[in-house]
């Protein structure tokens, strides 16, 4: 069969499409299917994608799609199914997590509920056999009209899953985004990464955790440098640095062999200054940290982490130390947070002086602790399905804050990237000044 992957934009062309698309194609393909990808920039619409599902001639189309991505894909899947009548599956953690929603509306036939490519692969063999819509049930693949159903256990051994199909992830410049793992077995309740993980420990089956051997990895970047230029590797994967004896192990391999330079994602109670040592030896150059809040209360008593403020300020020293730039990203307008504990978080960025920075306004992903908080509690507004995931303001209704204190915080962290920005331009004009202020509301307006 040839499927067609839609990656569908939203405000901004990310760097990188959706990994999940990758890892299924690279399973498709190696079943002997076929399948492409079309990215929905912001200048396409319906007929664009018409017409690449006519000329590729696929039998399915399959969307990963966040909650942010999501109101625009919606939008697109109704009026495409005005069009043609070619089946319809979205997957990733938006669908996991809000199958009946995604499974109402017009244009969707199929949601995928966690992992996908056993469970593609065999909707896919079902269709050829039988054709649409008369398919038997197919674990993991919730069809419209049907009863939920029975979940599949995670693949074994993870080294199994075929590498990912490069094409379909949109790289340039010989930066390759890698993913070693799945699952994070953190308990942070703002996070939906982590649900897939209490998804499947409720089902008591085997864990959603899996690590592929180092063998594994260096055999796909193995295969990456000979295909082309390896310039960097970005590791996508939710906390790398979890598993210190493959961690340790990672560096010396890949040290020796590749020492390509590369990024990673970590928390702080997950590396110590030896760690670092190491990750820096072997070509690590930069690390996104989750900060989330400067104040413990809030990190402890509603995001469910429990590391003290001293542990940030030593990581970020000894990262620095190993010659490795780290990112903090921050929250603000978490349910329960005080105005004065995000002037907290203000505080502590001052003092780790991350060489940069992400700050997002929380938003209650389904599926996550905190959004059954906010539902509970009567935080979500009645029209929240409607409002889109944009991380810039609030869409809840929160009792000892208002929007507009939400705002204003917003406001002073973009202040805070500007005059970042512009004190590294010490001799800027007032012309230059106002262009950098204009670069870091872009930025802002991006995240
Ligand atoms: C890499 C990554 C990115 C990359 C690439 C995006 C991507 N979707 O892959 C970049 C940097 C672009 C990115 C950006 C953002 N991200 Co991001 N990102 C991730 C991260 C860390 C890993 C995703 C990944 O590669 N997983 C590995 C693949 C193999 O797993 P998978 O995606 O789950 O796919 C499997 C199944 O879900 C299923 N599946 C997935 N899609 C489909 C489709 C079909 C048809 C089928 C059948 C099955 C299927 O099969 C796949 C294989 O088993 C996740 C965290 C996570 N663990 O999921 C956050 C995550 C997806 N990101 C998140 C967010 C919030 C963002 C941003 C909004 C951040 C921001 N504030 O700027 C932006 C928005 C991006 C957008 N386009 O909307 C949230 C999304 C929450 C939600 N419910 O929507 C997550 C879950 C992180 C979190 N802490 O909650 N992100
Ligand atoms: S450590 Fe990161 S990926 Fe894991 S649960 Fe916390 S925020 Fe999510």
Same mark, same amino acid.
């Given at each position: 069969?040839?499927?067609?992957?839609l990656e569908v934009d939203t405000e901004s062309t990310w760097s990188v499409a959706s990994l999940g698309p990758a890892f299924l194609g690279g399973m498709l393909r190696a079943h002997g299917h076929e399948c492409t990808l079309l990215r929905v920039g912001m200048d396409m619409g319906? =007929?664009?994608?018409?017409? *690449? @599902? &006519?000329?590729?001639?696929?039998?399915? +189309?399959?969307?990963? /799609?966040?909650?942010?991505?999501?109101?625009?894909?919606?939008?697109?899947?109704?009026?495409?199914?005005?069009r043609l009548n070619v089946p319809v599956i979205l997957g990733g953690l938006h669908a996991t997590f809000s199958p009946e929603e995604v499974l109402h509306h017009v244009g969707v036939d199929y949601v995928c509920l966690g992992e996908g490519e056993a469970a593609l692969l065999e909707?896919?063999?079902?269709?050829? =056999?039988?054709?649409?819509? *008369? @398919? &038997?049930?197919?674990?993991?693949?919730? +069809?419209?009209?049907? /009863?939920?159903?029975?979940?599949?256990?995670?693949?074994?051994?993870?080294?199994?899953?075929?590498?990912?199909?490069?094409?379909?992830?949109?790289?340039?410049?010989?930066?390759?985004?890698?993913?070693?793992?799945?699952?994070?077995?953190?308990?942070?309740?703002?996070?939906?990464?982590?649900?897939?993980?209490?998804?499947?420990?409720?089902?008591?089956?085997?864990?959603?955790?899996?690590?592929?051997?180092?063998?594994? @990895?260096?055999?796909?970047?193995r295969a990456l440098r000979a295909a082309g230029p390896l310039n960097y590797v970005v590791f996508l994967d939710d906390t790398f640095t979890i598993h210190h004896g493959w961690v340790r192990e990672f560096c010396r391999v890949y040290g020796a062999e590749l020492a390509v330079p590369?990024?990673?994602?970590?928390?702080?109670?997950?590396?110590?200054?030896?760690?670092?040592?190491?990750?820096?030896?072997?070509?690590?150059?930069?690390?996104?940290?989750?900060?989330?809040?400067?104040?413990?209360?809030?990190?402890?008593?509603?995001?469910?982490?429990?590391?003290?403020?001293?542990?940030?300020?030593?990581?970020?020293?000894?990262?620095?130390?190993?010659?490795?730039?780290?990112?903090?990203?921050?929250?603000?307008?978490?349910?329960?947070?005080?105005?004065?504990?995000?002037?907290?978080?203000?505080?502590?960025?001052?003092?780790?002086?991350?060489?940069?920075?992400?700050?997002?306004?929380?938003?209650?992903?389904?599926?996550?602790?905190?959004?059954?908080?906010?539902?509970?509690?009567?935080?979500?507004?009645?029209?929240?399905?409607?409002?889109?995931?944009?991380?810039?303001?609030?869409?809840?209704?929160?009792?000892?804050?208002?929007?507009?204190?939400?705002?204003?915080?917003?406001?002073?962290?973009?202040?805070?990237?500007?005059?970042?920005?512009?004190?590294?331009?010490?001799?800027?004009?007032?012309?230059?000044?106002?262009?950098?202020?204009?670069?870091?509301?872009?930025?802002?307006?991006?995240?």
């Amino acid at each position: 069969m040839r499927m067609l992957f839609l990656e569908v934009d939203t405000e901004s062309t990310w760097s990188v499409a959706s990994l999940g698309p990758a890892f299924l194609g690279g399973m498709l393909r190696a079943h002997g299917h076929e399948c492409t990808l079309l990215r929905v920039g912001m200048d396409m619409g319906v =007929a664009d994608i018409e017409a *690449a @599902v &006519r000329g590729f001639g696929a039998g399915l +189309i399959g969307v990963s /799609a966040t909650t942010r991505q999501w109101l625009r894909t919606r939008a697109l899947l109704e009026e495409l199914r005005e069009r043609l009548n070619v089946p319809v599956i979205l997957g990733g953690l938006h669908a996991t997590f809000s199958p009946e929603e995604v499974l109402h509306h017009v244009g969707v036939d199929y949601v995928c509920l966690g992992e996908g490519e056993a469970a593609l692969l065999e909707l896919v063999e079902v269709l050829e =056999a039988s054709g649409h819509p *008369a @398919v &038997r049930s197919v674990d993991n693949i919730w +069809i419209k009209g049907q /009863a939920r159903p029975k979940i599949r256990p995670p693949i074994e051994p993870i080294d199994s899953i075929p590498f990912a199909a490069r094409d379909l992830l949109d790289e340039r410049w010989g930066v390759v985004h890698m993913s070693t793992q799945r699952g994070c077995p953190f308990p942070c309740t703002y996070c939906a990464a982590r649900m897939y993980d209490q998804l499947y420990s409720e089902l008591g089956g085997p864990s959603y955790g899996r690590r592929r051997s180092h063998e594994n @990895v260096l055999a796909e970047l193995r295969a990456l440098r000979a295909a082309g230029p390896l310039n960097y590797v970005v590791f996508l994967d939710d906390t790398f640095t979890i598993h210190h004896g493959w961690v340790r192990e990672f560096c010396r391999v890949y040290g020796a062999e590749l020492a390509v330079p590369f990024s990673l994602h970590a928390r702080v109670e997950t590396v110590n200054e030896r760690m670092l040592g190491e990750l820096g030896a072997a070509g690590c150059k930069h690390i996104v940290y989750g900060v989330e809040s400067g104040s413990e209360r809030v990190r402890r008593d509603i995001m469910q982490r429990h590391a003290s403020n001293q542990r940030f300020r030593d990581v970020f020293r000894w990262t620095r130390e190993a010659g490795i730039m780290a990112t903090a990203n921050y929250i603000i307008g978490t349910p329960g947070e005080t105005v004065a504990e995000m002037e907290e978080t203000i505080a502590l960025h001052h003092e780790l002086q991350p060489a940069d920075f992400g700050y997002f306004v929380f938003y209650p992903y389904p599926g996550t602790a905190l959004f059954r908080t906010c539902l509970e509690k009567g935080y979500l507004p009645e029209d929240y399905l409607e409002q889109p995931a944009v991380h810039r303001r609030s869409i809840l209704r929160l009792p000892g804050v208002t929007p507009e204190e939400i705002d204003a915080v917003y406001a002073r962290w973009t202040a805070i990237r500007a005059a970042g920005m512009v004190s590294r331009m010490p001799d800027a004009s007032a012309e230059q000044t106002a262009q950098a202020l204009a670069v870091a509301q872009g930025h802002a307006a991006t995240a």
